[in-house]
């Protein structure tokens, strides 16, 4: 009889109980920290574009004709004297590219502190 107590105790099933959980603090703080880091790299194309010029400037120079014209000639105005001539040609279309390469980089930090009490 004894045998069939013991086997019938454990056949049956076992009631789960539920234990109170108390904590073992009653106040505390947590410092936090979030460092991040943010890199932008960019590259800005420009392209510039004019028009046909035809252009002289000097001093103590003269010409004999339209500067626009291949038979031109130049001469001085006072002879022996200093005398400076520049011409500048330049056909319509594209003039200058320019490519400008940059990297932006952001370091941030948060930092949090909490303070807690039961």
């Given at each position: 009889?004894?045998?069939?107590?013991?086997?019938?105790?454990?056949?049956?099933?076992?009631?789960?109980r539920a234990n109170?959980?108390?904590?073992?603090?009653?106040?505390?703080?947590?410092?936090?920290?979030?460092?991040?880091?943010?890199?932008?790299?960019?590259?800005?194309?420009?392209?510039?574009?004019?028009?046909?010029?035809?252009?002289?400037?000097?001093?103590?120079?003269?010409?004999?004709?339209?500067?626009s014209a291949t038979?031109?000639?130049?001469?001085?105005?006072?002879?022996?004297?200093?005398?400076?001539?520049?011409?500048?040609?330049?056909?319509?279309?594209?003039?200058?590219?320019?490519?400008?390469?940059?990297?932006?980089?952001?370091?941030?930090?948060?930092?949090?502190?909490?303070?807690?009490?039961?």
């Open positions: 009889m004894k045998k069939w107590i013991l086997l019938l105790a454990l056949l049956s099933p076992a009631v789960a109170t959980i108390t904590p073992q603090f009653t106040q505390g703080s947590m410092n936090s920290t979030t460092t991040t880091t943010q890199t932008i790299s960019e590259t800005i194309a420009q392209e510039v574009y004019g028009a046909e010029v035809k252009t002289w400037s000097g001093t103590n120079i003269t010409p004999s004709g339209n500067i038979d031109t000639t130049w001469s001085l105005t006072t002879d022996g004297a200093d005398f400076q001539l520049e011409i500048t040609e330049r056909a319509a279309g594209l003039i200058e590219t320019i490519d400008t390469v940059r990297d932006i980089t952001t370091d941030s930090t948060t930092t949090s502190y909490s303070v807690f009490s039961q």
